[in-house]
């Protein structure tokens, strides 16, 4: 997916409007939230529509609560990206540890056995690959497979899931903030907030990288993102021998 044309004066306002409004909204929500929750320990004593007025409301904050920290990552991510936190991550056991502590079933792994090295932010990669696997929880059945290769001076990272894949006129605007494809209707309290996949997006794109959908082989969806392995190859050129040996990776990245 291209990274979309930017107005820099007015979407500085925007950054700074959307982080001011998070920041506010998260002392008032934490009351109701907190209200709610002393509420639900009195369900029983409740007549049933107080019952189902107070799902709805745990339900709503619940939804309210992601939707506030996803535009306080998305304040993060529009930040000034200097490198500083960047280092050499072997793409392979961040998979590896994703999928370990992801809530849903977990896929089938496809991982090259050489380190597959790119100078990045871990953390940033960490919510790539949470939020493609959270992802394909939602819409797609459940991610089946996850894969990551090199080829060609590219790492590529791919998320298959079991769903009925995404209409090719989707396939771009699923990326975009807000957007929830077909399923932009949906209020119920897994239906997400449309921030997941443009907070992926946002960080690949920092990586220097691309992220795209597409039919999978087989039917359902595949998710891909890339990020150029020469970023790493170049570091690893600058470093002492035993620095440079997978497992010992953990230099800073200074762009």
């Known amino acids: 997916m ?6 820099p004066a007015v979407e500085l306002r925007v950054r700074r409007f959307v982080a001011d409004v998070s920041h506010e909204l998260r002392s008032p929500l934490t009351t109701m ?9 009195r369900r029983d004593a409740m007549p049933a529509p107080a019952q189902k007025a107070l799902q709805l409301l745990l339900a709503e904050l619940h939804r309210f609560r992601g939707m506030v920290l996803d535009l306080l ?3 993060a991510v529009d930040q000034a990206d200097n490198g500083e936190e960047r280092e050499l991550v072997d793409l392979g056991p961040l998979v590896r ?10 896929p089938t792994l496809d991982l090259a056995p050489e380190p597959l090295l790119v100078a990045a932010d871990r953390r940033r990669l960490d919510r790539v690959l949470a939020n493609l696997l959270d992802n394909a929880a ?9 894969a990551a290769h090199a080829r060609n001076g590219v790492v590529r990272l791919e998320v298959d899931d079991a769903g009925e894949g995404v209409p090719a006129e989707l396939r771009e605007r699923i990326f975009e ?13 897994d239906s997400g907030t449309g921030l997941g996949l443009a907070i992926v997006a946002d960080h690949v794109y920092r990586h220097d990288g ?9 039917g359902g969806a595949r998710s891909s993102w890339n990020s150029p392995k020469r970023a790493a190859d170049a570091v690893l050129s600058r470093l002492p021998d035993r620095a440079a040996r997978p497992g010992n990776c953990r230099c800073r990245v200074r762009s």
């Open 2 to 7: 291209p990274r979309p044309a930017r107005f």
């Open 33 to 41: 939230t907190t209200v709610a929750e002393v509420l639900e320990r």
């Open 73 to 75: 990552e998305i304040a």
């Open 97 to 106: 540890s994703g999928v370990a502590s992801s809530p849903a079933p977990h």
């Open 138 to 146: 939602r819409y797609g059945g459940g991610a089946v497979r996850v």
């Open 177 to 189: 903030r807000f957007s929830r494809g077909l399923h932009a209707g949906r209020r119920d309290p």
């Open 210 to 218: 691309r992220v795209w959908a597409e039919a999978r082989p087989g």
